[in-house]
Every structure is written in structure tokens, then in C-alpha cells.
């Protein structure tokens, strides 16, 4: 993330433009369709500045750093991994990981983890329930 805030009305600004999905003070998240019409442009020689501000963009608001950040970031996601590593999947993951199938002998090693906790908690309350 760069270092340059942007003030409220750069903020409402950006929030017009259609390939913006999300911006705030510190950040910008951009439309999936916008990094792909980016990698194709920058496939056919133009340069990030030149796409962004095709786009909409102005550089003065966004910064040149913030940019050419965006710029490598989506080409290497993209080198790495096809147009699927450039789509943005925080809206897919709500912090509770997935469950994997495990072996009998790692169920039996969380079960066991898990008593151990349950018995160091009880130990604590009648612990704490004694001093009263």
C-alpha cells in the first residue's frame, strides 16, 4: 500500500470512476474487469500510466508509485497464474478456514489438543471460583 492518503474529495473523485470497487483514505481496490483490460492493454505495448488514465485515472491523484505498484503486482499475478490470480477473492473468504479431510491419527491429535485445553480452562475457573 503506498504511503499517500488521499483527502476526502480525491476519495469521492475515484468513487466515480467505474473501475474503482472500493476506495477509502488509505487504499483503492480496483474492478476485476479493470486489471484485465490493464494486462491486455500493457500486452499491446501501452505503458500503466497510459491505461490509467485511459480509464479515468488521474496519476496526480493516484500517484505514479501506487501505479507501477498496481502494475507489477498484476502482471506477476497474471505470469504466475492466468486472469484467475488477478480476481480479487476476499469476497469469498470470511476468515473461517476450510475443512480438510484428515487422517484418523490428526483427528485424534486435535481431540487430544482440544481436551487439554478444556482441561487447563476448567482448572483456571475453579481456580478463580475458590479465591471468591
Known amino acids: 500500500m503506498s504511503k499517500k492518503l488521499f483527502t476526502e ?46 480509464c479515468g485515472f488521474s496519476i496526480d491523484i493516484l500517484g505514479m508509485r501506487r501505479v507501477k505498484g498496481c502494475s507489477d503486482r498484476w502482471r506477476s499475478a ?9 480476481t480479487d ?3 469469498y473468504n470470511n476468515g473461517q478456514p476450510i475443512e480438510k479431510d484428515l487422517s484418523i491419527e490428526e483427528k485424534y491429535k486435535k481431540l487430544e489438543a482440544k481436551m487439554k485445553l478444556l482441561k487447563k480452562l476448567n482448572m483456571i475457573e475453579r481456580s478463580v471460583l475458590k479465591k471468591k
Open 78 to 86: 497474471f505470469k504466475n497464474g492466468g486472469s484467475s490470480n488477478l
Open 89 to 91: 477473492t476476499r469476497k
Open 9 to 54: 474529495e480525491e476519495v469521492n473523485i475515484l468513487k466515480n470512476n467505474k473501475y474503482v470497487k472500493n476506495v477509502s483514505l488509505k487504499g483503492i481496490t480496483y474492478t476485476d474487469e479493470f486489471k484485465r483490460i490493464f494486462i491486455n492493454e500493457s500486452g499491446n505495448g501501452k505503458t500503466a500510466r497510459m491505461i490509467f488514465e485511459k
